[in-house]
């Protein structure tokens, strides 16, 4: 749908998500683990979640690639913004979460996300959309605030530090529920 309105059309989202399902569980080729909603209480939640998203004014970049260095000493960092957008003079970054909530309530991650985004295009203002995946599915701007600059670099070297040295760190996530390791997990911390 970003793409969509990047290009000036407009989409029958519901239509298309229906369509991409299917390829991607003719493509999954595998047993899926649909968790706690069976297959068709997922496709209507995700159609009435699209249903009711209207891309944001000004979008200028979508899925942007993006490359940074925070220091000479760590690799360098590549990723994809979600979402590149103006204002006027305004720059705003973007990225697109769902969540079981109107807006999240642990931001670290996603002000993490958005300080490293901030640094291969800086801009003025940083938000994430949050998708609801509620009865009634809610779309929420919320503004987020960046980690400073010195808090990411941090974090960054110290998780590649543990890489480096085989540390094992969970990231925790929707995955967890279906993981067959989730009770040595928990016990570990
Ligand atoms: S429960 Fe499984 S998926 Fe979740 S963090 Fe632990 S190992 Fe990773």
Redo the contacts with the bound molecule.
């Keep these: 749908m970003n793409e969509a309105a990047l290009h000036g059309e407009r989409i029958d989202a519901p239509a298309h998500f229906l369509t991409a399902w299917k390829r991607a569980v003719a493509d999954a080729n595998a047993p899926i683990h649909f968790g706690k909603d069976d297959g068709d209480d997922l496709i209507a939640k995700g159609r009435s979640l699209v249903g009711i998203y209207t891309p944001p004014p000004g979008i200028i970049g979508v899925e942007q690639p993006f490359e940074v260095e925070l220091a000479p000493d760590l690799p360098i960092v590549q990723g994809r913004i979600d979402l590149v957008r103006a204002e006027g003079e305004t720059l705003i970054l973007a990225d697109i979460k769902t969540a079981a909530a109107r807006t999240l309530t642990d931001t670290h991650a996603v002000e993490a996300q958005l300080a490293l985004y901030d640094l291969a295009y800086p801009a003025s203002r940083h938000e994430v959309i949050v998708a609801a995946k509620l009865k009634n599915p809610v779309i929420t701007v919320q503004p987020i605030t960046p980690w400073p600059i010195a808090t990411l670099v941090r974090h960054y070297r110290e998780v590649h530090h543990g890489m480096a040295s085989g540390v094992r760190y969970?990231?925790?996530?929707w995955?967890?529920e279906g993981?067959?390791?989730?009770s040595?997990?928990?016990k570990e911390g």
């Design positions: 969970g990231v925790r996530g995955q967890c993981c067959s390791f989730a040595r997990c928990r």
